[in-house]
C-alpha cells in the first residue's frame, strides 16, 4: 500500500485523468489518494468526485483531502505536482506582453518570455513543496507536470538536491505509441518498433530513430509521407523527430511566425507550420466545461458518473512508472532528470527528457547517444537560458532575470538589450503579486 499525494489536487482537468488509472491499478489497490490544494472549493468538488468514482468502481482506495500542504505530504510515497499560479490571466499575459515587443509564441509555458514568466511564479510555491517533503517524507518521488519542466526541476534539483524530483509530460507517450507513429509512415502499427529512443529538452525532444520491424529505420518513410510540417522539418533539417511539434517550434525562432499580421492581439493567429497561437478563451471553455461536469457530479446533479465521459486529452505516464517502480518492472519511459552522460553532448547537470528504465533500482537513464552537433549546440544555448532562470527564481535576483532573457535565443533573436529591459519590466509588474521574491523590501 502505498500514499499518493497530489499537489493541485483541485484540478477538474488533471485529476479525474489521474484516478482513471488509479482504479484500474491493481498494484495500487490499498493506496491513499491524498489531494492537496489551496482552492478549498475546488478541492471539495474533487473530493466528492474522487469518493464517488471509488464506491462506484468498488475500488480498494482510500481518498482523503486538505488545504495544507506540508500535512498532506507527511508519509507520502509518491508526490505529483500539477499547480498553476495566477491562472489563465497570467498565462494571457505571457502572450501578450511579449508580442509587443515582436516575440511571438505558440503556446508561451516552455521557454521564451513567457516560459521565463511562467517559471519565475511557479519555481517558489513548488520550492516549498520539496523542503517538506525532504523533511516529512525524505524517501518520496516528486513527480512534476507543471510547466516549464525543465527550469521547474533544475531549480527542485538545486534546492533540494536530495529529493528524487522527476519531471514528466504527455508527449513522452509518443515514442512508446506505435499506432501514433505509423500514421506519420503511413504504415500498420505492427510495423513498428517501441518504444523509440528519445533525446532533448522537455518539449523540444527527439526520438533518434524509428525501427521497422524488418531493421530498417521509418525516417525516410516519415520524412516523405508525413502529414506535419514540423516532423518533416526535423526529419530534413537534423535527420531525428520531433514529438511535441507545436511547442518545439517555440526553440527555433525561425520556426515562430506568423502569417496573419500581429494587430494587437496574439491570441489565435495563424502562424508558419499549420499552428495557431493558443487562445484562453477557447482555453477557459474547455476548463470551465469539465469544472461544470465535475460540480454536478459531485453535487449528484445530471447524468451518473462514467469513466468514460472523464476529460482523457492527455497520456498521464505517471501511474505506470510508479507500478513500475514498485514491481520492477523494468519498463523503458521518458523522464526529465539530470543528464549524467546520457546525451554525451550535452551539460552533465542539464536536465533532460530521456529514455530511462523504471524498476527496483530506481530511474536509470539510458545512454541514448550523442545529439546532432548543430542541434545539440541550440539545446545548450537553451539550457543556459534555464538554467539562468532556475536560479533567478529561487534568488529573486533581478541580474539574473535579465541575464536569463537576453541567453534566451527566441528573446534575443527579436529584441535589443533596451527593449528586453523594458519588456521584462513590464512583464514583472504585470505579475507583481505572484513574484514575491522579485520585490521584497
Same mark, same amino acid.
Given at each position: 500500500?502505498?500514499?499518493?499525494?497530489i499537489?493541485?489536487?483541485?484540478?477538474?482537468?488533471?485529476?479525474p485523468?489521474?484516478?482513471?488509472?488509479?482504479?484500474?491499478?491493481?498494484?495500487?489497490?490499498?493506496?491513499t489518494?491524498?489531494?492537496?490544494?489551496?482552492?478549498?472549493?475546488?478541492?471539495?468538488?474533487?473530493?466528492?468526485?474522487?469518493? #464517488?468514482?471509488?464506491?462506484?468502481?468498488?475500488?480498494e482506495?482510500?481518498?482523503?483531502?486538505?488545504?495544507?500542504?506540508?500535512?498532506?505530504l507527511?508519509?507520502?510515497d509518491?508526490v505529483?505536482?500539477?499547480?498553476s499560479?495566477?491562472?489563465?490571466?497570467?498565462?494571457?499575459?505571457?502572450?501578450?506582453?511579449?508580442?509587443?515587443?515582436?516575440?511571438?509564441?505558440?503556446?508561451?509555458?516552455?521557454?521564451?518570455?513567457?516560459?521565463?514568466?511562467?517559471?519565475?511564479?511557479?519555481?517558489?510555491?513548488?520550492?516549498?513543496?520539496?523542503?517538506?517533503?525532504?523533511?516529512?517524507?525524505?524517501?518520496?518521488?516528486?513527480?512534476?507536470?507543471?510547466?516549464?519542466?525543465s527550469?521547474?526541476?533544475?531549480?527542485?534539483?538545486?534546492?533540494?538536491?536530495?529529493?528524487?524530483?522527476?519531471?514528466?509530460?504527455?508527449?513522452?507517450?509518443?515514442?512508446?505509441?506505435?499506432?501514433?507513429?505509423?500514421?506519420w509512415?503511413?504504415?500498420?502499427?505492427?510495423? #513498428?518498433?517501441?518504444?523509440?529512443?528519445?533525446?532533448?529538452?522537455?518539449?523540444?525532444?527527439?526520438?533518434?530513430?524509428?525501427?521497422l520491424?524488418?531493421?530498417?529505420?521509418?525516417?525516410?518513410?516519415?520524412?516523405?509521407?508525413?502529414?506535419?510540417?514540423?516532423?518533416?522539418?526535423?526529419?530534413?533539417?537534423?535527420?531525428?523527430?520531433?514529438?511535441?511539434?507545436?511547442?518545439?517550434?517555440?526553440?527555433?525562432?525561425?520556426?515562430?511566425?506568423?502569417?496573419?499580421?500581429?494587430?494587437?492581439?496574439?491570441?489565435?493567429?495563424?502562424?508558419?507550420?499549420?499552428?495557431?497561437?493558443?487562445?484562453?478563451?477557447?482555453?477557459?471553455?474547455?476548463?470551465?466545461?469539465?469544472?461544470?461536469?465535475?460540480?454536478?457530479?459531485?453535487?449528484g446533479?445530471?447524468?451518473?458518473v462514467?469513466?468514460?465521459?472523464?476529460?482523457?486529452?492527455?497520456?498521464?505516464?505517471?501511474?505506470?512508472?510508479?507500478?513500475?517502480?514498485?514491481?520492477?518492472?523494468?519498463?523503458?519511459?521518458?523522464?526529465?532528470?539530470?543528464?549524467?552522460?546520457?546525451?554525451?553532448?550535452?551539460?552533465?547537470?542539464?536536465?533532460?527528457?530521456?529514455?530511462?528504465?523504471?524498476?527496483?533500482?530506481?530511474?536509470?537513464?539510458?545512454?541514448?547517444?550523442?545529439?546532432?552537433?548543430?542541434?545539440?549546440?541550440?539545446?545548450?544555448?537553451?539550457?543556459?537560458a534555464?538554467?539562468?532562470?532556475?536560479?533567478?527564481?529561487?534568488?529573486?535576483?533581478?541580474?539574473?532575470?535579465?541575464?536569463?532573457?537576453?541567453?534566451?535565443?527566441?528573446?534575443?533573436?527579436?529584441?535589443?538589450?533596451?527593449? #528586453?529591459?523594458?519588456?521584462?519590466?513590464?512583464?514583472?509588474?504585470?505579475?507583481?503579486?505572484?513574484?514575491?521574491?522579485?520585490?521584497?523590501?
Open positions: 500500500m502505498s500514499k499518493i499525494t499537489i493541485g489536487g483541485g484540478s477538474s482537468t488533471f485529476v485523468q489521474l484516478m482513471r488509472l488509479f482504479l484500474g491499478s491493481e498494484v495500487l489497490k490499498g493506496s489518494i491524498t489531494l492537496m490544494d489551496v482552492d478549498a472549493h475546488r478541492l471539495e468538488v474533487m473530493d466528492r468526485l474522487c469518493r #464517488i468514482l471509488v464506491e462506484k468502481e468498488g475500488a482506495l482510500k481518498i482523503e483531502s486538505t488545504t495544507d500542504r506540508r500535512a498532506s507527511v508519509g507520502a509518491y505529483i505536482t500539477a499547480i499560479v495566477g491562472g489563465m490571466d497570467a498565462w494571457e499575459k505571457d502572450i501578450e506582453i511579449p508580442a509587443k515587443y515582436g516575440v511571438y509564441m505558440v503556446v508561451a509555458d516552455s521557454i521564451g518570455p513567457g516560459g521565463i514568466m511562467r517559471a519565475f511564479r511557479h519555481i517558489p510555491a513548488l520550492a516549498k513543496v520539496v523542503e517538506d517533503v525532504s523533511e516529512v517524507a525524505p524517501n518520496a518521488w516528486v513527480f512534476n507536470y507543471t510547466n516549464p519542466v527550469s521547474i526541476v533544475t531549480a527542485l534539483l538545486r534546492h533540494r538536491p536530495a529529493v528524487k524530483t522527476v519531471g514528466l509530460c504527455s508527449c513522452v507517450s509518443i515514442p512508446r505509441n506505435a499506432s501514433y507513429l505509423s500514421q509512415a503511413q504504415i500498420p502499427p505492427e510495423e #513498428i518498433v517501441t518504444p523509440a529512443p528519445m533525446a532533448g529538452l522537455n518539449h523540444c525532444a527527439f526520438m533518434l530513430d524509428v525501427r520491424r524488418s531493421g530498417e529505420s521509418a525516417f525516410p518513410l516519415m520524412a516523405e509521407r508525413a502529414n506535419n510540417a514540423v516532423i518533416r522539418w526535423g526529419l530534413q533539417t537534423y535527420g531525428v523527430l520531433p514529438y511535441c511539434w507545436s511547442h518545439v517550434t517555440e526553440f527555433f525562432p525561425m520556426l515562430s511566425q506568423l502569417v496573419e499580421p500581429y494587430q494587437g492581439r496574439l491570441q489565435g493567429l495563424e502562424m508558419k507550420y499549420d499552428l495557431h497561437v493558443h487562445g484562453m478563451e477557447r482555453e477557459r471553455a474547455r476548463v470551465c466545461k469539465w469544472e461544470k461536469l465535475a460540480e454536478d457530479w459531485a453535487a446533479v445530471g447524468e451518473p462514467s469513466l468514460n465521459v472523464l476529460p482523457g486529452a492527455e497520456a498521464i505516464e505517471v501511474v505506470e512508472i510508479i507500478e513500475s517502480l514498485r514491481t520492477n518492472r523494468n519498463e523503458l519511459f521518458g523522464v526529465n532528470v539530470l543528464n549524467r552522460g546520457a546525451i554525451p553532448n550535452l551539460p552533465d547537470d542539464a536536465v533532460v527528457e530521456v529514455t530511462s528504465v523504471a524498476g527496483a533500482y530506481g530511474l536509470l537513464s539510458v545512454q541514448v547517444g550523442a545529439l546532432p552537433e548543430p542541434l545539440a549546440a541550440t539545446l545548450r544555448g537553451h539550457i543556459a534555464q538554467q539562468l532562470t532556475a536560479a533567478a527564481a529561487l534568488s529573486g535576483d533581478r541580474k539574473l532575470a535579465l541575464q536569463a532573457f537576453v541567453q534566451d535565443p527566441q528573446t534575443q533573436a527579436r529584441l535589443d538589450r533596451d527593449d #528586453i529591459v523594458k519588456m521584462m519590466d513590464e512583464l514583472f509588474e504585470a505579475h507583481r503579486r505572484d513574484l514575491p521574491q522579485f520585490f521584497a523590501d
